[in-house]
C-alpha cells in the first residue's frame, strides 16, 4: 500500500523532479511528450513515393515528413551522441504520424551500418527505431543483414554517384549455406518492411531491396522518419 501511495506520487510530481523539455525549442512540456504543441505542428506530412527497384519491381516508402527541423534535429543525435531515446523518439512518431500501423507485415529489416560507424555510435539508429516500432506494431525485428562496404556519407556525392556509392554493399552476417537457406525458408513469401531515419536518393533502400529479393519476399515496403523532397 505504501509504495503504491508513493509511486503515484512520484508519477504526479515526475515532471518537477525531472522536467520533459522539447526536443527543438526546449521550452518546458508534459513529461512523456517529445516537442512541444507548436513544434509538433510543425511536422507536416508528405505523400508516400516509390523506389524503382528492377524494371518490374518497385517499392512503396512510407515517411513522416520533410527532411526538417523538428524531426531534422532527432536524426543528427546519430551523429552528435549516443542519444539512443532519440531512435526511439522517432519510432513513436512513426508510429502515431503514418498509416504503416495499418498495414501487417511479417518482419522488419533495419537498415545495417557498417561495423565502422558502429564503433564510432555505439548502436544502429535504424535497429532502435525498429525495435520500438516492433513492440508498437507487434512484429519481430530479423537483424540478419550485415554492411559489407565502409562507405563515405551519401551527401557528399551527386545523384549517380549516391547510387554507385551503395552498390552492393549488404550481405547475410552469417555467409554459410546454412543459414542462407534458413533465412530464405524465413524469407520466401513473407511481406517485409525496412526501416531506416532517413532517405535521400533512395539508393541504400533500393540496393536492400534488392538484395532481399533473392530470397523471394511476397512485398518488400520501407518506412521512413524522413524523406528529403
Not at 8 to 32: A, G, H, R, V, W
Not at 61 to 89: G, H
Not at 138 to 144: G, Q, W
Request: proline share 3%; aromatic share 12%; glycine share 2%.
Amino acid at each position: 500500500m505504501i509504495f503504491d501511495c508513493l509511486s503515484k506520487i512520484l508519477k504526479k510530481y515526475s515532471n518537477l523532479i525531472y522536467p520533459s523539455f522539447c526536443k527543438s525549442c526546449e521550452i518546458l512540456i508534459e513529461q512523456d511528450s517529445i516537442f512541444c504543441t507548436d513544434c509538433f505542428s510543425r511536422i507536416k506530412p508528405i505523400v508516400s513515393s516509390y523506389l524503382q527497384i528492377t524494371p518490374t519491381k518497385t517499392i512503396k516508402v512510407f515517411a513522416v515528413s520533410d527532411y526538417k527541423d523538428p524531426l531534422k534535429s532527432l536524426i543528427l543525435e546519430k551523429s552528435y551522441s549516443a542519444n539512443i531515446l532519440a531512435s526511439k523518439q522517432l519510432a513513436q512518431i512513426i508510429y502515431k504520424k503514418t498509416q504503416i500501423k495499418n498495414f501487417r507485415f511479417d518482419y522488419l529489416i533495419p537498415v545495417p551500418i557498417h561495423w565502422i560507424r558502429f564503433s564510432k555510435r555505439g548502436y544502429n539508429q535504424a535497429f532502435e527505431i525498429s525495435k520500438e516500432l516492433g513492440r508498437d506494431l507487434d512484429i519481430l525485428v530479423l537483424d540478419v543483414i550485415k554492411r559489407v562496404k565502409y562507405t563515405k556519407f551519401q551527401s557528399n556525392f551527386s545523384f549517380e554517384q549516391r547510387q554507385e556509392n551503395v552498390r552492393d554493399i549488404f550481405d547475410l552476417n552469417n555467409k554459410s549455406e546454412k543459414f542462407y537457406l534458413t533465412i530464405k525458408e524465413k524469407i520466401i513469401g513473407k511481406d517485409l518492411l525496412l526501416v531506416d531515419d532517413l532517405c535521400t536518393t533512395g539508393a541504400t533502400l533500393k540496393n536492400l531491396a534488392r538484395f532481399l529479393l533473392k530470397f523471394n519476399p511476397k512485398s518488400i515496403t520501407a518506412i521512413v522518419a524522413c524523406r528529403v523532397v
